[in-house]
C-alpha cells in the first residue's frame, strides 16, 4: 500500500479558513519548511510544552526514544535494527504525527508540490501562469506517509517510476518528464517514507535508493531528474536478515545518517503495560493472570531451546492474553448452556489453568533449536509453570496458606479445570483461612465476585502444587484434581 490508513477512514476534510490560493497564503504569512524543518520544530514544541511526542509507544522512553529524537533533530534519514515484535513499524508510523497537521499542496501534484516551492516543469508553469491567484489545496498528515513492505520482487518501478506506456501512445516524446509514471517514493514527496524489512530488497533494487538518500535525485531508464525531493526515508530490518534472506549494502548503510537497535521490553512492568495496551481482551483477565504471561514470554524469550537469533515477538504475550480471554469466554457460554434456569449465569473471568491452551496454539510463534524437534509442547509447558511458580512466590511470599494445605487432609480433594463453574469451586473450598488476605495480594479487592474469587483460588491452588505442597493429578474428563502429596 502506498499511503497507509485505518479501514473506512475518512479522508478529513480541510477547514475552512485556510487559504485558497497563493496570495492569500503569503498574506497569511505562511514560509515554506522542508519535512525535516518540520519535524525538528514540531517535536521540539512537543518537547517544550511536555506533550507525549510518541503515544502508544512502550518501554522506549530512556533508550530508543531519545536516539530517535536526535536523529530527528539532526535530520538524518535512519534505519531501524531488531528482532521481530519490537514495534519498529508501530514507532515509524507515529513519525507521521510530528508533521503539520495541514500543508498547502498544488492541486492535481502527484508530487505534493509546495505551491511557494514547484519541482516539475509543469507545475512551474502553473504557478507562473496563475500568480497569487493560485488555487491551493490541502494536505492531512495522515496522507503524507508511506510504506511499503520490501519483497524480492519488489521492482525500481515500485519504488522509483518507470515510463509511462500509455503517455508515449498520447504522442509524447520519450525525452518528455510527463511521460514518467512515478514510484512510491516520489509520491510521498514531503512526507515519511518506511520501507519495512530492507534487507529483503534485492541489492539491484537497493541501488536505486541510493541517489534519494544523498543527492534527493531519481532516475528513471534514460532520464536524469534533477528533483530536490523532500522527504524522511525510514527503514526497518532484523540484523539476522544480514546472512539470513539478504542484506543491506554498504553504499546504503553508509547514507542513513542513524542506526537505531531496537530491544524487547527490558522488565516485566514494560511487558505487562504492552499486554495491557495492545491486547484486545473478551473477558476479563485479572492482574495475577497477565503477569504469569508476562512472565511467561520473558522466559520463552530467554529460554536456552529457542533460538535466540529469530526473537520472541511481543505479539507472543498478547495473542496468549488474547487466548486466555477466549478460553474464559468459552467456558462461560459453556456453562450458561447447562445452567438450570433462575441460576446466574457465569461471568467470563480467566484462570490460570486457561492458559494451559497457549502452549499448543501458539508454538508457532516461537523458533526452537533444531534440538528440540517434537518437544515444543513440552518445553513451553514447563516454561509456563516456571512463570506460575514465579508469580506465585512474588505475590503471596510468606502469607500463610496452611489453610488451603488443610482442605486435602485425610484424602479430601479439590476440583476444578476448563468446565468447572466459579460457583462448584468455592462450594468445595468453602471458608478458608487465609483467602481474604490471598485475594487482596492477588489485586481482587475486599468485595471480588465469585468468578474472581473462583480465580483467585485456583492460581492459590496450582501455587501450592508447583511448590510441591499439594498433589495434582488430571482425569480423563480434563478436570484438574488437587489433593494431598501421597
Known sequence: MYRVTAPNQAIPVPPADLPGTLGQLRAAGHRYRTVKQELRDNLLARMRTGEDRFPGIVGYDDTVLPEVERALLAGHDMVLLGERGQGKTRLIRSLGALLDEWTPVIPGSVLNEHPMHPLTPASHAQVAGAG???????????????????????????LIGD??????????????????????VPRTNRGVFAVNELPDLAERIQVALLNVLEERDIQVRGYQLRLPLDLLLVASANPEDYTNRGRIITPLKDRFGAEIRTHYPVDLELELALIRQEADLVAEVPEHVLEVLARFARDVRESPSVDPRSGVSARFAIAAAETVAAAALRRA????????????????????GDAVSVTSTLRGKVEFESGEEGREIE???????????ETFRTRLAGLDLSGFTALVGEGAVIETGELVSSAELLRQVGTVPGLAKALDRLGLGDAPTPEQAAAGVEFVLEGLYLTRRLGKDVTETGRTVYGGRG
Open 379 to 389: 518445553v513451553l509447558a514447563h516454561l509456563l509453570r516456571t512463570a506460575t511458580a
Open 132 to 158: 497569487d491567484d493560485l488555487p491551493i489545496g490541502w494536505l492531512h498528515r495522515s496522507m503524507r506517509y508511506g510504506e511499503k513492505l520490501a519483497t524480492p520482487d519488489t521492482s525500481v518501478g515500485d
Open 163 to 184: 515510463v509511462d506506456p500509455i503517455r508515449i501512445a498520447q504522442g509524447r516524446t520519450l525525452g518528455d518528464p510527463e511521460t514518467i509514471h512515478f514510484g512510491l
Open 333 to 352: 457460554g459453556l456453562l450458561a448452556g447447562s445452567a438450570p434456569a433462575g441460576v446466574r449465569p457465569e461471568a467470563a473471568v480467566a484462570r490460570v
